[in-house]
């Protein structure tokens, strides 16, 4: 199965700034790769902004098929003289930067869509760098993946054969190992596992919601306390994961879940980074991240290749994804790159990350 990423390719080194054909081993794959796998991850590499163009930033990743990307990293070498590397990787999906959320949503949240609806447990997550695309892709207010699968959720339970079914939202926070509810004031919650092996996040608030408007004000909220939480600094965003969940639960046994849906905007990649950073919180903050983001490639990679240990005890982040992982489950990993030549480790990263 192909998938955490897929088949790294090799790398071709090309001197005196010119860029020779990548070396690739297969040719680019139809769109046909099959949407209905446990585990996919995808690329969505975003556009250049207004303010990168302005600065003359080149745009480095080249998406050279349904499947592939290859990145031309620009280096130096000790004598100055200027080269590029070329890095290709092949994954379930590549998006290029004129993919709208629309068909991005068909190609990774609405089989998951689908899936709840059978009665199963899936995640989608969005990991990259800080101003990849993380929000835009999954908690954009108006077009993110959360919205346009929530259409197709209260859509869905309009038909007669699930008549028997209602959705609640919960949104809440990761920040330093601890949970936040977002729509309850921030006040901190805790993970436990019932008879049934579902994480229940005791405490947290859940709303019943029928129709897109409602949840879109509900999230609005959970989305300005988010914003102006832990630091009171408007980065917050990418310091800590936002887990949006729709539950589909019967009218008549409200404490059942029939189905869950983890959307999941992570904390921004780099900042699990040692940057060298002296600022002791910074460092923290920096470290729980790594932390999480190492379990969550630890599950996804045990989960992946099928072994009987998965690690999720190591983080706040995968314990809570536990009922996620485990069983009738699906994930789909969206790996984010902003394309700009100043970015290109941190892109370089985030592909070997999502690279098995
Ligand atoms: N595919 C895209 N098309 C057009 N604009 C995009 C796209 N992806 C991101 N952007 C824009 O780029 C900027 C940064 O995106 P975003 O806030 O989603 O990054 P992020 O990865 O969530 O960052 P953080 O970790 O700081 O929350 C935003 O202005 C967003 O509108």
């Known amino acids: 199965m192909p998938s955490l990423g897929a088949i790294r390719m090799t790398d071709a080194v090309t001197s005196s700034l010119k860029v020779s054909a990548p070396v690739t081993s297969t040719s680019p794959s139809s769109r046909s790769s099959n949407l209905n796998q446990k585990i996919r991850v995808c690329v969505r590499k975003r556009p250049l902004s207004t303010k990168e163009i302005n600065r003359n930033e080149k745009d480095i990743t080249q998406v050279t098929g349904d499947r592939n990307i290859q990145i031309n990293e620009p280096k130096t070498k000790l004598d100055l003289t200027k080269f590029v590397e070329q890095h290709s990787f092949v994954f379930d999906e590549v998006f290029d930067e004129y993919t709208r959320n629309e068909v991005l949503y068909e190609r990774t949240a609405l089989p998951l869509v689908n899936y709840i609806f059978a009665g199963g447990k899936a995640t989608c997550f969005a990991y990259g760098q800080t101003g990849s695309g993380k929000t835009f892709t999954m908690l954009d207010p108006r077009r993110g993946l959360y919205v346009l699968a929530a259409r197709d959720i209260f859509d869905m339970l309009q038909q007669p054969q699930y008549e028997h079914l209602f959705a609640s939202i919960g949104f809440y926070e990761i920040y330093q ?135 999720f005890r190591q983080s706040k982040l995968t314990q809570v994804l536990k009922d996620s992982f485990v069983g009738k489950s699906r994930t789909c990993m969206i790996a984010t790159i902003s394309p700009g030549n100043t970015n290109s480790e941190h892109t370089l990263n985030t592909l070997r990350y999502a690279d098995r």
Do not use: W
């Open 177 to 311: 190992g601890q949970l936040y509810d977002l729509l309850n004031e921030r006040k901190r919650l805790h993970a436990r596992e019932d008879g049934n092996n579902n994480v229940v996040i005791a405490g947290l608030h859940e709303y019943a919601i029928s129709n897109v408007d409602s949840l879109m004000q509900v999230f609005d909220l959970g989305s300005q306390v988010r914003s102006t939480g832990a630091t009171g600094a408007n980065d917050s965003s990418s310091r800590s994961h936002a887990v949006l969940q729709i539950l589909l639960k019967p009218k008549k046994s409200r404490k059942t879940i029939f189905g869950k849906l983890s959307f999941i905007d992570l904390a921004g990649s780099e900042r699990g980074a040692d940057r060298g950073e002296t600022d002791v919180k910074t460092r923290m903050e920096g470290a729980e991240i790594n932390k999480s983001l190492l379990a969550l490639k630890e599950c996804i990679r045990a989960l992946d290749q099928d072994k009987k240990h998965t690690p």
